[in-house]
């Protein structure tokens, strides 16, 4: 018995008196996170994601052949400050789906703010880490940054910003794995930022302005909900060794973890990742929404295999208290 | 400045051989239209193509005059203005009429101002707010636009600047603080603000020395958080105000390849011809 059987014993009765939040539950279809354990950085990496990956063999299954593309998040380098996904990570990464068999394996981003991603990548580490690993080539050969990437415009299927279409870079359209692999955050404007928010990045802003300020004016839940209904990322690789609370995504402060989370249903990704952060995930607006749209935020409907990850309430700014489970 | 300004500097620029390997990277990207892609083999688009015609390279008048009023094509009157007055006249004319709008609920900065925003409709913020500057007080008097008109855009986007200039003398991207925390400034957007503020200066705007002064210190960030882009624009805002350059130039030359130009980027690419050219911007 799981932690999920035990959650089903425990919460049978209580659906039957919830009424429609038993129906909005058992909406969502059910879902599996897997965690695990990892204190530090400088652990086999590698190693870790090809476990997480394989948590789950219909998805490992896909690797072998496919165009994969990494989606990190890569905002700004600040000394002391876990801004950005970290590098060794996103290498690890692309080492373990290489190994894995798939036919390539690229990055790509848009950072939010900064123009001058040549300067993320190098002050951040991940050139020399891409240079060294011989995918570099002088030129980012492995690396493309979407807010200057061709794009095509995306209806999308639920058009909560009522945009109607969205602009997503050439790259994410043509690849047929796509990862979300976010930073373990709170944000100041989202409440948190996870494997969904990373997805702002797949939006050129060549065509929506920086940071993505068209999508602001849309609605960030919004614009967070059908980037997700359009591009429906394969998998998520969460990056939570070295989390950060307080004001996020940039100016808060690092809080040593030591778990990575992975999984296929993304919003399920998120909301446990939400849950060990100490937050309630049906409070995150952008979560609640994917109910009904495929996406699970329910503890009853997710299966969490793997380590027991541990919860470390983040400090929240004072206007996302009601997130605090 | 402008590509009547740059004339023989280009020529015997201070750093011939690697401006040389910026040209030969920039000829490899330039398209069937003569504009330029952000990086080879993809489609031409306004902003690469602006720079580039600002690094010297020759305007795709046809390709850049079928295009609507947008971000990318901000610079191109303070580029351009001379050479291609009737391309230049409708964005100039646009950057007159074009505002951002106001934000609610913003704390230590005035967000009431009119700048620029980088698409209509969004609020104003630091590098189209100084493109648009550039322009209103570089180019040259153009048939149908008002002079009065241009220096009170022009006034509109000194104000901004000035409003939004963080603690440590730079720029961050939009806002100088958010939610009671000061932010720190990001070097690119210090270059083009203070590139901006210098030229609105020159055209007899109210800029303190102070608010100078300090822009210019502040453009040193660049080397602590060196990216190519960075470099060339501090290295061009440096050399604007007076000073030299040579700090930020040695941090471009080793990574400057005929092959790759600067990072295989033609936006980047042309800023970096610009300041190893030393153009003046």
Redesign the interface.
């Known amino acids: 018995m799981n932690r999920r059987h035990l959650l089903l014993g425990a919460g049978a009765a209580a659906l039957t008196g919830l009424g429609a939040n038993a129906t909005s539950i058992l909406r969502q279809p059910e879902a599996r996170v897997h965690g695990l354990r990892c204190a530090a950085y400088t652990e086999d990496l590698v190693g870790r994601v090809r476990e997480g990956i394989a948590a789950f063999p219909a998805f490992a299954a896909r690797v072998r052949g496919a165009k994969v593309l990494l989606k990190p998040n890569l905002v700004e380098v600040h000394a002391g400050r876990p801004v950005n996904t970290e590098p060794r990570l996103i290498l690890a990464a692309l080492e373990a789906f290489r190994q894995l068999g798939a036919a390539e394996v690229a990055i790509g981003e848009g950072p939010g703010h900064s123009r001058d991603t040549d300067a993320i990548l190098w002050n951040s580490g991940l050139a020399d880490l891409l240079q060294a690993a011989g995918t570099h080539r002088g030129r980012y050969a492995r690396f493309t940054d979407l807010n200057v990437d061709d794009w095509a415009e995306v209806e999308a299927p639920h058009d909560f910003t009522g945009l109607g279409r969205l602009p997503v870079s050439r790259q994410v359209l043509g690849a047929d794995i796509v990862v979300s692999m976010p930073k373990l955050k709170t944000h100041h404007w989202a409440g948190a930022t996870l494997s969904l928010k990373n997805l702002f990045g797949t939006v050129p802003s060549q065509v929506v302005g920086w940071p993505k300020n068209r999508l602001h004016w849309a609605g960030i839940d919004n614009s967070i909900v059908d980037l997700w209904s359009i591009i429906r990322p394969a998998f998520s690789i969460v990056d939570g060794i070295t989390g950060m609370e307080g004001d996020g995504p940039i100016m808060g402060t690092a809080v040593d973890h030591g778990v990575l989370l992975f999984g296929e249903n993304l919003p399920a990704v998120d909301a446990t990742a939400a849950r060990r952060m100490g937050l309630r995930p049906g409070r995150i607006d952008s979560l609640r929404m994917t109910m009904g749209i495929g996406g699970t935020i329910s503890a009853l409907r997710i299966e969490e295999t793997g380590d027991a990850l541990p919860t470390i309430p983040y400090a929240l700014l004072p206007q996302w208290a009601r997130l605090r489970a | 400045m402008g590509v009547s300004g740059r004339g023989s500097e280009a020529a015997g620029g201070p750093h011939p051989a690697a401006a040389g390997r910026c040209r030969a990277f920039l000829a490899q990207c330039r398209t069937a239209e003569g504009a330029f892609p952000?990086?080879p083999g993809?489609?031409p688009?306004p902003?690469p193509t602006v720079l580039a015609v600002a690094a010297g390279e020759p305007l795709p008048a046809a390709w850049i005059a079928a295009l609507p009023p947008q971000?990318?094509l901000m610079l191109l009157p303070a580029v351009a203005g001379a050479q291609a007055p009737a391309i230049c006249a409708p964005i100039l004319a646009w950057l007159l009429q074009s505002r951002s709008l106001p934000v609610e609920d913003v704390e230590g900065f005035d967000a009431t101002i009119p700048g620029w925003?980088?698409?209509e409709?969004?609020?104003a913020?630091v590098?189209p707010t100084a493109w648009a500057v550039l322009s209103l007080c570089r180019c040259p008097p153009l048939p149908g636009i008002g002079a009065a008109d241009r220096e009170a855009r022009a006034a509109h986007g000194v104000r901004l600047l000035l409003d939004r200039q963080c603690a440590d003398g730079g720029w961050?991207?939009g806002n100088p603080r958010?939610?009671g925390?000061e932010?720190?400034s990001?070097?690119?957007s210090t270059g083009w603000a203070t590139l901006a503020l210098i030229a609105a200066r020159q055209a007899g705007h109210a800029v303190p020395p102070d608010a100078l002064a300090r822009a210019d210190a502040a453009l040193d960030l660049a080397l602590a958080?060196?990216?190519?882009?960075?470099l060339a624009l501090a290295a061009l805002a440096r050399r604007a105000g007076g000073g030299e350059a040579a700090p930020f130039i040695d941090r471009l030359l080793p990574r400057i390849?005929p092959?790759?130009g600067?990072?295989?980027?033609a936006?980047?690419t042309a800023l970096c011809a610009m300041a190893l050219d030393g153009i003046f911007l």
Request: aromatic share 14%; proline share 5%; hydrophobic share 40%.
């Open positions: 952000y990086t993809a489609a688009r902003e971000w990318g925003s980088w698409v409709g969004t609020a913020w590098e961050n991207y958010v939610l925390q932010l720190v990001a070097p690119a958080r060196p990216g190519l882009s960075s390849s092959e790759e600067a990072g295989g980027r936006d980047w």
